[in-house]
């Protein structure tokens, strides 16, 4: 992240904070340090994303574009965002910016992986409860979807208790055919399903 000089021993603090593990303490100071560096807006999106307040994330992410549009290091982190968010669109127009000023692996990974999303999707719709997000081919499994949806919910509950750990956020779940799923993914033919790390 660009910083400003003068205000180097912040920026410091709030490293030694996110090394702590003091994340809501780093971002409390970088919220300070955005009263005279907007350069901290990146800083404060990349680690609300981190600890997965994507919402709150895209807000300081967008400003901090919108104060230096060519803050590399914020297009890329906004294009993790919004893929997080479920808006591909969003992500694919970050991406294909942050590209259009450097070379970056991860994000021609996931340029790549949108695209195929894209291309096997484009029919899909979606169902959702509080917790999950169904996306699915209507014609082909509009009939599971609702199973598929009660089995996740009473999965939330079980899971949850026995990790003592409920996601604030609503979890994705996307439903593929067998060769919808290999095309798309590109997972391996042992495969049944896959965990998005991204």
């Not at 081919?137 to 999965?155: F, P, Q, T, W």
Request: hydrophobic letters at 40%; charged letters at 35%.
């Amino acid at each position: 992240v660009k910083i400003d000089e003068k205000n180097r021993e912040l920026w410091l603090k709030a490293e030694a904070m996110v090394k702590a593990g003091d994340n809501d303490g780093a971002i409390k100071l970088l919220k300070e340090i955005s009263e005279k560096d907007k350069h901290a807006f990146t800083g404060i999106g990349i680690l609300l994303l981190k600890i997965g307040r994507c919402d709150d994330a895209i807000k300081y992410l967008e400003k901090a574009v919108e104060f230096d549009i060519d803050d590399f290091t914020a297009r890329k982190a906004l294009a993790l965002a919004y893929y997080k968010a479920d808006d591909l669109d969003k992500s694919l127009h970050n991406i294909e910016t942050g590209l259009s000023m450097k070379s970056d692996r991860l994000l021609q990974f996931l340029h790549d992986k949108i695209k195929r999303e894209h291309r096997t999707q484009q029919k899909f719709i979606d169902e959702s409860t509080r917790h999950f997000k169904v996306i699915f081919d209507g014609h082909e499994n509009g009939n599971i979807s609702r199973k598929v949806l009660g089995i996740l919910d009473d999965a939330y509950r079980f899971v949850g208790k026995e990790l003592s750990y409920f996601p604030d956020q609503p979890l994705t779940v996307i439903i593929y055919t067998e060769k919808e799923f290999f095309d798309t993914t590109l997972a391996p033919g042992w495969a049944g399903g896959a965990y998005d790390f991204i």
